[in-house]
């Protein structure tokens, strides 16, 4: 068999998945099972055919461009669904977790990590400790939509999960500009100015970029110039549009596209239901296709450089540190012990740590990458398990606890 026939019988057997399990996907909401593991294990049962029918060069490229698509969508579209107004009435829990929470997090998991390996030194325990701090909201989807959940914990997982991989970036780009400058013979001249300038100025973008998309929509809207299938093509060149005024600016662009989102969603005055239909659309196939490639190429991968400290660390993120900040900052909220623990629990590690390795790898030279992608490749593959597996029965166990 020819490469090219072998390529394409790869490809025919990714879109027969798809297909098959967009047609299921009820099925598969009732079920323990759900879209990150299924299409993790498809991916890793894939991964020596995927290797050998495409080129490395053509791989590598592909992955980044995947990942870098797909977080500025997901960006951009988790902040776009968070409302001022409405945290105005719901916002100290989410607070606490955002604001004391995801600093512990970092915190503690630095700690964690360099006592476990200290070898990779503080800037690489706190790069490993970024990146695994945001959760994601595809994983915690299960939890957030099951009629059991109390309210108050639905909209606070998805309120953190919207917010917190935005919050988290300016802690990967300074812990990874610090492992960088870290390394014997890297060029570090400017490095600290360049990364405080895509701080200040990603932001400045997205606010510009998320506001007058926003008001020109809502004037469009308004003298009905504006056709409802293009309401989607707006969301996304709005996304994208942060992302490149940002990079020719000097800013960063998944920070722009995360402060464009927010802006777009709090200015825009009429229903920005087009954004969660292109997301449950076009969305999906990209997320759908995220976990494939994190099970083909970044599974393996991981496994081949996993040691028991890899395994160690990944335990004790989804464990020690995740619920140890959360229950932390949620002391003196009024919340019981159980709703602190299941808050604590549900911080799946999953798209947006798949999604930042990728690029940071890419992007950045540092000691020590091979262990770094193995901690992030065990954590997300074990919270990916355990949360998909454990999301049903304790939702179902919440609902009865706080009810009584």
């Known amino acids: 068999m020819n490469q090219d026939m072998h390529f394409d019988l790869v490809v025919l057997a990714i879109l027969v998945a798809f297909i098959v399990y967009s047609l299921v996907t009820r099925a598969v909401d009732r079920s323990l099972l759900t879209l990150p593991i299924i299409f993790m294990c498809f991916g890793y049962a894939l991964s020596e055919q995927l290797r050998a029918a495409v080129p490395p060069d053509v791989m590598h490229e592909g992955k980044r461009l995947l990942a870098e698509i797909t977080l500025v969508l997901v960006l951009f579209s988790d902040a776009s669904h968070v409302q001022f107004s409405q945290m105005k009435q719901s916002w100290h829990l989410p607070a606490r977790m955002l604001l004391i929470g995801l600093p512990l997090s970092i915190a503690l998991g630095t700690l964690v990590t360099w006592l476990v390996s200290p070898e990779g030194g503080i800037a690489m325990a706190l790069l490993t400790a970024a990146v695994l701090t945001p959760t994601d909201a595809a994983l915690g989807q299960s939890v957030v939509s099951n009629a059991n959940v109390p309210e108050k914990l639905s909209e606070t997982i998805n309120v953190e999960s919207g917010l917190n991989d935005g919050l988290v970036l300016p802690f990967v780009l300074l812990a990874a500009t610090l492992a960088t ?21 990603g932001p400045l973008a997205g606010i510009f970029t998320g506001w007058v998309v926003a008001r020109l929509m809502d004037v469009a809207q308004a003298r009905r110039l504006i056709a409802a299938s293009a309401e989607g093509v707006v969301f996304l060149a709005a996304a994208f549009a942060a992302y490149v005024l940002a990079t020719v600016i000097g800013g960063n662009g998944f920070i722009a596209a995360f402060v464009a989102g927010m802006i777009f969603g709090n200015t825009y005055k009429h229903n920005i239901r087009f954004v969660r239909e292109f997301m449950e659309g076009a969305g999906l196939l990209l997320t759908m296709s995220s976990f494939l490639v994190f099970g083909a190429v970044l599974l393996p991968e991981g496994l081949a450089h996993a040691s028991m400290k890899t395994v160690l660390i990944a335990v004790l993120f989804l464990t020690v540190v995740r619920v140890g900040a959360i229950w932390l900052s949620l002391l003196g909220s009024g919340l019981k012990t159980s709703e602190k623990l299941f808050l604590g629990w549900f911080g799946p590690r999953g798209l947006a740590s798949i999604l930042f390795t990728l690029v940071i790898l890419d992007a950045f030279e540092f000691a020590h990458e ?17 949360h998909g597996l454990s999301s049903t029965p304790l939702a179902r166990w919440i609902g009865r606890v706080s009810g009584s």
Do not use: H, P
């Not at 001249?189 to 100025?201: E, K, R, S, W």
């Open 370 to 386: 091979a262990e770094l992608l193995a901690c992030v490749s065990m954590t997300v593959a074990l919270s990916i398990l355990v």
């Open 181 to 201: 400058a870290g390394m014997a013979n890297a060029a570090t001249d400017g490095l600290a100015l360049q990364a405080a300038l895509q701080i200040v100025l």
